[in-house]
């Protein structure tokens, strides 16, 4: 079984501030996605990575693929109060047709304005 | 990026009657699709795993007969909710993944809110 253990679980900061989210594991997944949920709604991607150290930019997200692939974070840049929300990792693991993925338990962040 | 339709979003209905959800997928065809459970404040828990013209694969713990899943064809799949009750209630999501989305990235539905009576 390959577990994601995210972390921390819960992040409550201030509008302008810096964070980072991780997600580690012992097993080596093929691709690790980010997703960001609102209540209510369903996951929303982010990114896919899927090359060892692979660095992807988006606007002030930042997220890193593990040279091993198997961790992973996210780096958001001043917080604005729209990044609020359940970010989740969520690892691939490629093999005889099937495409599951293993989720992290979540990152809830709230951001204060 | 890849759409995902669930329908209805919301229901509402009473213990020992079935409900029907939908699941879409708009702009591509899903050769995999995947529901999931999600409670309060909690990740996404898989229920099971279906394959366009296969049976569903079920996650342990999850009875088959009583989430019944059909995926008839490459942008359908549908999960039946059998003689629901009370602890059936939760937000189900339902994913999809295909060539066009890519190996093992998944694009997520907007949910469905079941509420039994």
């Known amino acids: 079984t390959q577990l994601l253990e995210q972390s921390p679980q819960f992040l409550s900061i201030q509008e302008g501030e810096n964070l980072t989210v991780y997600c580690n594991s012992s097993?080596?997944?093929?691709?690790l996605q980010w997703y960001r949920q609102e209540p209510g709604e369903g996951p929303v991607l982010l990114v896919t990575?899927?090359?060892?150290?692979e660095v992807k930019k988006l606007k002030r997200l930042t997220f890193q693929f593990g040279d091993a692939r198997k961790d992973s974070s996210l780096h958001i840049t001043a917080a604005q109060p729209g990044d609020t929300g359940l970010y989740l990792c969520?690892?691939?693991?490629?093999?005889?047709?099937?495409?599951?993925?293993?989720f992290g338990k979540g990152t809830k962040l709230s951001v204060i304005p | 990026g890849a759409v995902v339709s669930q329908h209805p979003s919301r229901v509402i209905c009473k213990s020992g009657t079935s409900v029907k959800i939908e699941c879409r997928s708009l702009?591509?065809?899903?050769?995999?699709m995947f529901w999931y459970r999600q409670f309060p404040k909690k990740s996404l828990m898989l229920m099971a795993t279906?394959?366009?013209?296969?049976?569903?694969?079920?996650e342990q713990g999850v009875e088959k007969d009583k989430f019944l899943i059909n995926h008839a064809s490459l942008t359908l799949s549908t999960l039946t909710v059998t003689s629901a009750h009370p602890e059936d209630s939760s937000f189900y999501i339902c994913?999809?993944?295909?060539?066009?989305?890519?190996?093992?990235?998944?694009?997520f539905g907007p949910g469905t809110r079941l509420t039994v009576l």
């Open positions: 994913s999809a993944s295909g060539t066009r989305a890519g190996t093992d990235t998944q694009y």
């Open positions: 279906s394959n366009e013209g296969s049976k569903a694969t079920y």
């Open positions: 097993s080596v997944f093929s691709s």
């Open positions: 702009d591509f065809q899903a050769t995999t």
């Open positions: 990575v899927v090359t060892g150290g």
């Open positions: 969520a690892g691939g693991l490629t093999g005889a047709g099937s495409y599951q993925l293993t």
